[in-house]
């Protein structure tokens, strides 16, 4: 064999992979467009029937209800993302972002869901909205300043957490003894 025949088998195996590589991609394009138009039609009614069960058309249950939804579920993924900025460099650090991540969105998911509710176009966002507004009254408006505040509470977090690493940072700067001042050597040709 040549060294012409090893390069174009070479390139023809890289060829074959980026060709494999295409067609699992858009197979998996596919399949989420797919998985999307189905899930859109699916998701918001059973989500508003899942409120309206929780909250059997009370006023106040509504407005309790969104307020632990709005918080909980708005401020656990955003202390989980932190965590997973944090981790990110240490020694298993990526492993645990990665699954920090994942629990994230999956804390997300209550809000997220509630979101394709409140501003989806579609038949089942429509229906949803009728349920929520029949069966789980004030929920929306009461998920909505759940998010706010832990949207505040979040910053607060954060504000004190760099405070904190500022206190941590001038605390070693002034621990460290000053450099000693270097003094040239003398020569002794006076």
Not at 158 to 183: C, D, F, I, Y
Request: charged share 10%; aromatic share 8%; glycine share 8%.
């Amino acid at each position: 064999m040549t060294t012409g025949e090893v390069q174009s088998s070479g390139q023809k195996s890289t060829a074959v992979v980026w060709r494999n590589r295409a067609i699992l991609a858009l197979a998996t394009v596919a399949v989420l467009v797919i998985a999307y138009f189905i899930l859109s039609s699916f998701i918001p009614r059973w989500w508003a029937q899942r409120l309206a069960n929780t909250v059997q058309g009370s006023f106040s249950a509504g407005i309790w209800w969104g307020l632990v939804y709005g918080i909980v579920f708005t401020l656990l993924p955003l202390l989980l993302v932190i965590f997973a900025v944090r981790v990110w460099k240490r020694k298993g650090g990526k492993f645990m972002a990665g699954a920090a991540v994942i629990i994230a969105l999956a804390c997300a998911l209550p809000n997220l869901m509630t979101l394709t509710i409140v501003l989806g176009g579609n038949n089942a966002a429509h229906a949803g909205q009728r349920i929520l507004d029949v069966d789980a009254p004030a929920f929306r408006g009461a998920c909505l300043v759940g998010a706010i505040i832990a949207a505040v509470l979040f910053v607060v977090v954060v504000a004190l957490m760099g405070k904190r690493g500022l206190s941590r940072h001038k605390a070693a700067k002034a621990a460290t003894p000053p450099p000693e001042p270097t003094v040239p050597p003398m020569t002794g040709d006076r």
